[in-house]
């Protein structure tokens, strides 16, 4: 077994940073520790209200992307798996097995992002549907001020708050629009003018790390599968990081392709990914729908208000 993986570590890339209570105990599974801070559940807002969901099964846990890379990283190198510093390029294969970089597997599992060449290479990108939306991402060396992630509402864009150390927090924009950070975060003025308020170090945001970009998020895949390559993580579709639920997906239905692995057989990954990824793809889904109206989006935040019990059990459907 190895990993082909061309880039140094730890990896930095744009992404909201807050693990739900399942990834936490999968990551716990794993025996991976990474350091970071709780979080209690989830705070919707807008302008005008804003509304709790508290986690029934154990805290959420924010943590620096490159803090969760490095253990991840560490734990490859603890199980005695080969790092390979070299991109896949060309994937050629036959009824037996796999070459790429050079090095022959009986199979291959393509985890290689949101635009994945694998993925491509082997025409399993369909075209998406729907605005394109974007993600920003961006450190500040303020001190949380919450227990929560936040998660503020404004028309077309959404800005996610992750307390990730004592001195730092996240703040993740997803949008439709194009434009640079700033303006972007100027949609939140409430949010804005806090984090300049708590920011008494008289550091620059740019300090912590600058902006980081990833999108069109949207990404339509045909098949999970195609012959002996197995599309695994984003590479293997995505619908919006609307819900936070990316890396516990992807981490189940990692679970999911080594057990078809062992058992040699490949055809059953795609029915079994299709199991693991269905709660975060119907909910997610059915939100995004919502949030692509803008009648129904303005009510969001409303209707989570008035409901909060209904409001609480559908994040802890995607926390779990």
């Known amino acids: 077994m190895a990993v082909l993986e061309p880039r140094a570590t730890p990896i930095d890339k744009a992404c909201g940073e807050g693990l739900m209570p399942g990834a936490v105990a999968l990551l716990s599974e794993l025996g991976v520790e990474v350091p970071g801070l709780p979080f209690r559940g989830i705070h ?10 508290l986690f029934r099964n154990g805290p959420g846990l924010g943590v620096r992307r490159t803090a969760l890379h490095a253990g991840l990283a560490d734990a490859v190198a603890r199980a005695g798996i080969e790092l390979v510093p070299r991109a896949a390029g060309a ?4 009824a037996d097995g796999v070459t790429v970089a050079g090095l022959r597997a009986r199979y291959l599992a393509a985890a290689d992002g949101l635009h994945s060449p694998i993925r491509r290479q082997l025409g399993l990108q369909r075209p998406s549907r729907g605005p394109a939306r974007h993600g920003l991402r961006r450190h500040y060396p303020v001190r949380p001020w919450t227990e929560f992630v936040e998660v503020h509402w404004t028309s077309g864009a959404e800005a996610y708050v992750t307390p990730v150390a004592p001195d730092l927090v996240g703040v993740a924009i997803l949008t439709t629009a194009r434009g640079p950070y700033t303006d972007q ?4 003025p409430a949010l804005a003018a806090r984090l300049s308020t708590a920011n008494t170090s008289g550091a620059d945001a740019t300090d912590a790390g600058g902006v980081r970009g990833a999108g069109p998020l949207r990404q339509r895949v045909s098949s999970r599968v195609a012959g002996r390559v197995l599309l695994v993580g984003d590479a293997a579709g995505y619908v919006d990081a609307l819900t936070g639920e990316g890396l516990a997906v992807a981490w189940a239905s990692a679970a999911e392709l080594v057990a078809c692995v062992a058992a040699d057989r490949p055809a059953e990954y795609e029915r079994r990914w299709r199991r693991a990824s269905r709660r975060y793809r119907v909910l997610t889904g059915g939100l995004l729908w919502a949030r692509n109206r803008p009648l129904l989006a303005r009510a969001i935040v409303p209707a ?8 609480a059990t559908v994040v802890n459907e995607l926390a779990r």
């Open 91 to 94: 994937v050629d294969q036959d």
């Open 185 to 188: 975060l100027a949609r939140f």
């Open 44 to 53: 919707y807002a807008d302008a005008a209200r804003g509304v709790d969901a």
């Open 304 to 311: 989570a208000t008035r409901l909060p019990r209904t409001f």
